[in-house]
């Protein structure tokens, strides 16, 4: 089993940034795609952004390419999202996730581990 906790949430401004974490524990970790997804009020869950095993492949969700890095610290268990340019639209719980491949793509299916989530508010 692999556990998933994140942190980093809170309340921010338009325009400003945010850096979230999320530290994996129960099992091996450099092995396992990462994922961050996030699911707005009313919505569904959708995806942001991906990163593989070894940290040398990420994609990003078009509403938040060249805004959001996604990238990993293997050695301390800890996937990392630095939200930057926030926008009210970017308002949402953000679940972290692992897949059981080293490589994944954007579906939530792929991602068999979920964190609790981190509640980011953007206000205008």
């Known amino acids: 089993q692999l556990q998933l906790v994140e942190s980093g949430g809170g309340l921010v401004q338009a325009g400003g940034s945010l850096s979230l974490s999320c530290v994996a524990s129960?099992?091996?970790?450099?092995?396992?795609?990462m994922g961050w997804f996030r699911q707005a009020p009313g919505e569904e869950r959708e995806f942001v952004a991906t990163i593989s095993g070894s940290g040398g492949r990420t994609y990003y969700a078009d509403s938040v390419k060249g805004r959001f890095t996604i990238s990993r610290a293997n050695a301390k268990n800890t996937v990392y999202l630095q939200m930057n340019s926030l926008k009210p639209e970017d308002t949402a719980v953000y679940y972290c996730?692992?897949?059981?491949?080293?490589?994944?793509?954007?579906?939530?299916?792929?991602?068999?581990?979920w964190g609790q989530g981190t509640p980011v508010t953007v206000s205008s």
């Open positions: 996730a692992a897949s059981s491949s080293y490589y994944s793509g954007s579906n939530s299916y792929e991602y068999g581990y």
């Open positions: 129960g099992r091996t970790f450099s092995m396992n795609a």
